[in-house]
């Protein structure tokens, strides 16, 4: 089954907004490694809700950010978040990331949390280094290696139960989760050089079986219970996830783990 390029833009801003802070953590690490001037036009790839789009203009006294998302719920949300703050200083555009309108436009690219849901990275690594000027950089990060590994064998199980094969068996993961050698070709084969790509483990624990069912239905499985013909099977999804994660130790462990990717433009 192939996915359709407009599958699953759509996100629940609000939620995501107020669940994200595991990845605003992560995302804070990738901007702590950013020696920046201060000045700089840069390009926020996956932007979200904008929470890490402010971190980084609060970087940029005499700067600007483009922040970019596929989904306009996002953009929407990351517009009202950033505006009363940092006025034109962050210019919000929905677009795709496979399909960027920028020519050597950029000095940095910053990315968290949403390159893994896009299949092709190696059209997504060349539309980047396109957007790039001469020696800009890229920092990201994003979902890889063995990311979530325990939660998706769960699901590959639930897929072929007979409640929800009917919708899921067939369906095929929706992310890309690169290893760190993997991803280093792909920037490599875009051009890119001083490629630097390492996994690192960011295991998280949700605060009980509450924020743990809003999480994953939020973050995780949401094109998964796209396919899910009506409100109960849905919730009985995300529950029978739950049930499983509440007998780990600890429990309502996620295990994730980052791909960290750090290359530049020559």
Not at 5 to 25: G, I, K, M
Not at 75 to 101: H, I
Not at 117 to 139: K, M, N, S, T, V
């Amino acid at each position: 089954m192939t996915l359709p390029a407009n599958f699953a833009r759509e996100w629940n801003s609000s939620e995501y907004h107020r669940l994200s802070q595991p990845q605003v953590s992560w995302g804070k690490k990738v901007l702590s490694r950013l020696h920046l001037r201060g000045d700089e036009l840069l390009l926020d790839a996956g932007c979200g809700t904008g929470r890490l789009t402010a971190e980084l203009l609060l970087a940029l006294p005499n700067g600007h950010v483009v922040a970019l998302d596929v989904s306009q719920n996002m953009s929407r949300s990351a517009r009202e978040y950033l505006q009363p703050q940092f006025g034109t200083g962050a210019q919000v555009v929905t677009a795709d990331l496979l399909d960027l309108p920028f020519v050597c436009a950029f000095d940095g690219i910053v990315s968290t949390a949403a390159f893994h849901w896009i299949l092709d990275h190696d059209r997504l690594f060349r539309g980047l280094y396109q957007a790039l000027r001469p020696e800009g950089w890229l920092q990201a990060q994003c979902g890889g290696g063995a990311n979530l590994a325990r939660l998706r064998g769960r699901m590959t199980v639930l897929a072929l139960s007979p409640e929800y094969a009917p919708f899921l068996a067939n369906f095929p993961e929706p992310w890309l989760y690169q290893d760190a050698e993997a991803a280093a070709d792909t920037l490599q084969r875009a051009g890119f050089v001083e490629v630097q790509t390492g996994l690192e483990a960011a295991p998280t624990v949700m605060d009980g079986r509450r924020h743990y069912t809003e999480f994953v239905k939020t973050v995780i499985v949401r094109t998964h219970l796209e396919r899910l013909p009506n409100t109960d099977l849905r919730d009985q999804y995300v529950s029978d996830l739950a049930d499983q994660a509440a007998n780990d130790d600890p429990a309502f462990l996620l295990d994730y783990w980052r791909l960290n990717l750090d290359a530049r433009k020559a």
